[in-house]
């Protein structure tokens, strides 16, 4: 049931100024019971008026949290939007850069693989002309047929099996050292027979034919192996070229995707809001009705008061307070009015620069001004001092932090720095003044001139901020 019809009950029976007139005028005056029943109907129809009206100020109070709720859920979805956007623009940074990068380098590529199977080419190479060089006594001073055999028992007999000899300990750790053989598959071995005098004859002899074989090696790569790098590498450079190519598109249709999304949510906020707005316009209509069957009604009861007078004691309080004003209409602000300015792009935060002023704040509030070394301050500048740059940090901090959440994302007030830079100037001129050297007295009263300069700036730009141009860029 609607406010109006529930106001409206009681007074069912309530007639027009006129027709109480016109009826008045032709039948004889009513008995003083039937005079107080009617006053008493006006006061009670007047009371459940109020009741119902004063429901309107918890009304209106709800009807601008809502508004402020939709702007803050328009922003969330701004937000939102801008940082899909700035996703997309740096994950397509991100693949250019990277993509770029590995075509430029695929020539140094190409070379460095030709250089690692020319280098595989050799070693095969020389590995198979050490395994076909055998162990011979008729190319080895001083090594017979049988310290060969030896040799071979071991697992040592060509120039492949082995790499290298050195001294050590006997292996039964008894005498002096011995010369041990160095396997090339690990393991080193100790030949009764070959000392110093038949070990250098054994290693002059492998490193001839690791020269002849090195000698023999290929030094350059044949044209087959290099056309099938050449052909990967090209491959690879079509490949990257077509994902470079790839990548806006792939960025674009995320950007599409971004914008349809953030589209639906707008048009799920504005469906919303309109359906919110009809509501509230249709309660707003009730109430105003209300208001106006209010001031009917205490018409009524002004002119019946007239002219039957005085009904009782009990009446008159009741009356007087029946006869009161009708409380003010309260309208609903105007959206704009009541959301605070967006900021000037989605997804933009206040910059961790603003760290700095904040630490040098939180620094003087501590050690106060002209305090440092063997100077002292008067009390009172010292008091002043941490008082004002606590104040500073204290301010800076409850601009900044809402700015670095997403959901409040925005840019520092216009004039911020100007003010900051002209606290912290003024702090160092106190300072600096209240050192009492002739030296420091002139850039005292510079930086305190700058100061006041730099503070009347800054709270020019926060009361009366620069307007972006129309149609500029967020």
Known sequence: MSLITAARRPTTTTRTLSETHLIDSTTPPPSPAETRTERRRLIEAIRALRRLLDKRRAFEAA????????????????????RALQRIREKLAREERSLTRRLNGLDGRRDSQERRALAVLRR???????????????????????LIRDLGAHGIRTAADFKRVSWGKAPNGKGGEVLYIHRTRGGKVHINGIGEHRGRPLMEWRRAAL????????????????????????????????ELAQAPLTAEAARAEATRLHAEAVERLTAAEREAAGRAAERRAEFDAMAEQLVVLQAELAVHMKRYGDVG???????????????????????SAVSPAAPSAPGLRASLGWLLPIVGFGFVSVVGVGELGDETAPVWLRIVSRLLALAATAELLRLWIPRRRWRTAGAMPQGTGFQASGMFLSLGAAGMFAAEESGVLLP??????????????????????????????V
């Open 313 to 335: 004691l009990r009446a008159r309080r009741a009356q007087s307070r029946a006869l009161r004003p009708a409380p003010a209409s309260l309208t609903s602000p105007d959206a």
């Open 124 to 146: 095969e190479s020389i590995e198979r002309a050490l395994t076909s060089t055998h162990l011979k006594a008729s190319e080895l001073n001083g090594i017979g047929s049988g």
């Open 63 to 82: 009807d601008r949290r809502r508004l402020n709720r939709e702007v803050r859920d328009r922003r969330r979805a701004e937000a939102t939007e801008g």
């Open 211 to 242: 020269a002849r074989a090195e000698a023999r090696a290929p030094h350059v790569l044949p044209p087959d192996e290099r056309h099938r790098i050449a052909e990967i590498i090209e491959a690879e450079r079509t490949r990257l070229r077509a």
């Open 444 to 473: 005292a009263c510079v930086a305190a001139v700058l100061a006041v300069l730099l503070l009347l700036a800054g709270t020019g730009h926060r009361i009366n901020p620069a307007q972006p141009a129309q149609g500029a860029a």
